[in-house]
């Protein structure tokens, strides 16, 4: 190969390589943006009054005395939305003892016509006319009213998810129902369902699918005492729920309710620092002493091949198998808990780790210069001696690199804890609970939350700011890792 193509490939190469490392560059931007924008939703927001109420009520902290005046004044604006629901309500029984009347009139004159031999089979066909009329009239209006009466339990429900339960009502038992909209985002969403009526229309064309429409609600309630209802919430929204820019920093140390509606996250970032750390004290002895052993002990051969090649296999299993297997060793033969608990999670997560643990110890262990072992034994020191303190430390930055990629699979694993520690709601456990209680964990609460919540879109900035958490926790490792690894190359190299 001549010079020119061989410089030729050597820029192409290069090529290949910046254009990689700019692709990789926007793919992360791509999807770390949306996550970093969306999961700060959880921690700075415009919180309304019923947020700060459900500070003081649940959490103990605000100001008593600001805030019985901000309610006041919601409450003023909050007034007349819930007088026109009463107003309608009212003028819904009014109208439907007015159509029943209206029926029993009409049914008496059909049976008057009927009875009437007096009157001419003219007059009688203009009479029955009239009436059929009327019968007509009258069908169309009650079914309006049907209309109306079944779109108002929802316009009620949507208005109750908005503002909360009136002045006056019993406390309810669950906490989403005692309180109106705690978010002005969701406030925006609940008054655009409030304002339309959404309907699923077959097309004329079979071969066309269906397609939405949406009609103004005001519409259907025209010439109701429900009628201003809907432009006076649209005008009016902020009066009666009062945003304010919040930074709620308590994310991160708040426990949360059952539903995840309010409160934060302690329990679960918790159970994953217990379970990656757990899972750590397991693999990290027993992978850097296993690579110790294959590189500097063991002697080439069938039996050295088949472990590594078991260890090459382990690596590669999904991390389900190991989940099944963990669940049914340590927790239905050992018996080292009773059902779920951290340490059974750890310990699967360690199994989970520790072929990856060994590789990057092992090419590690290797790495280190033949002329330091040499060195050391030179001068008198035994094979163990040289171990521990000359080619371990060498080995050092290689091995803690391993240990980082290994953490950081260790705390986004979901598959493993589903069976053997993970739960969907629970309390931040104490160190000594960790031997035989389960715990939320981040990554599993991250798919339930995405899976099986029963209003996955009212909690959607909870799952962005667990996956946000999620993140910035393994980042946070690693940099730690990465800033030990450091410093112990530069003391080495002084």
Request: a negative charge; glycine letters at 6%; proline letters at 4%.
């Amino acid at each position: 190969m001549n010079n020119h193509t061989r410089k030729l490939v050597d820029r192409a190469f290069s090529g290949l390589g910046i254009t990689s490392i700019v692709l990789l560059s926007a793919a992360l931007l791509v999807i770390l943006a949306p996550m970093v924008v969306r999961g700060t939703g959880a921690f700075v927001f415009r919180g309304t009054v019923e947020y700060r109420q459900l500070l003081l009520e649940k959490f103990n902290r605000g100001n008593p005395d600001a805030l019985a005046s901000e309610r006041e004044e919601a409450i003023r604006a909050r007034r007349p939305v819930y007088d026109m629901l009463a107003a309608f309500e009212e003028e819904l029984e009014t109208t439907r003892e007015s159509h029943r009347e209206e029926r029993r009139e009409i049914r008496a004159e059909n049976r008057r016509l009927r009875r009437d031999d007096t009157l001419t089979e003219d007059r009688r066909e203009r009479a029955s006319a009239d009436v059929a009329r009327r019968e007509e009239r009258l069908e169309q209006e009650q079914e309006r009213l049907q209309r109306q009466e079944e779109d108002f339990h929802e316009v009620r429900d949507l208005v109750g998810e908005l503002l909360g339960p009136p002045p006056g009502e019993a406390t309810r038992f669950l906490w989403e129902t005692q309180y109106g909209q705690t978010r002005w985002d969701r406030v925006e969403v609940k008054i655009d369902l409030l304002m339309s009526i959404d309907q699923w229309v077959e097309p004329d064309d079979k071969n066309d699918s269906d397609y939405l429409v949406r009609t103004p609600r005001a519409e259907l309630y025209a010439g109701t005492a429900l009628a201003g209802l809907f432009d006076y919430v649209e005008k009016n929204a902020e009066a009666m729920l009062l945003p304010r820019w919040t930074f709620y920093w308590r994310f991160l140390t708040d426990k949360s309710d059952a539903t995840h509606y309010f409160g934060g996250i302690w329990a679960e970032i918790l159970g994953t620092i217990y379970l990656t750390l757990g899972s750590m004290l397991f693999a990290v002895p027993m992978g850097v002493i296993s690579a110790v052993y294959l590189v500097e002990y063991a002697k080439e051969g069938m039996l050295v091949r088949v472990l590594r090649t078991f260890i090459n296999t382990l690596a590669g299993v999904p991390s389900i198998v190991f989940g099944l297997f963990g669940a049914a060793f340590f927790i239905h033969t050992l018996h080292l808990s009773p059902g779920k608990s951290v340490l059974v999670g750890a310990l699967t997560l360690g199994l989970l780790i520790l072929p990856m643990v060994i590789r990057a110890s092992e090419e590690a262990i290797r790495s280190v210069p033949q002329t330091f072992k040499e060195a050391a034994l030179s001068v008198g020191a035994g094979k163990w001696r040289t171990v521990v303190t000359v080619i371990l430390p060498a080995a050092l930055p290689g091995i803690l690199t391993g240990i980082v990629i290994s953490m950081g699979r260790a705390a986004g694993e979901t598959a493993p804890i589903i069976f053997t520690a993970a739960v969907s709601v629970g309390q931040p456990l104490s160190l000594w609970e960790t031997f035989s209680q389960p715990t939320p964990a981040l990554p599993w609460n991250i798919y339930n939350i995405c899976t099986e919540h029963e209003a996955v879109d009212e909690i959607r900035h909870v799952q962005y700011g667990m996956v946000l958490t999620l993140v910035a926790i393994v980042l946070l490792l690693n940099l730690v890792a990465i800033f030990t690894r450091a410093r112990i190359t530069r003391k080495m190299r002084s």
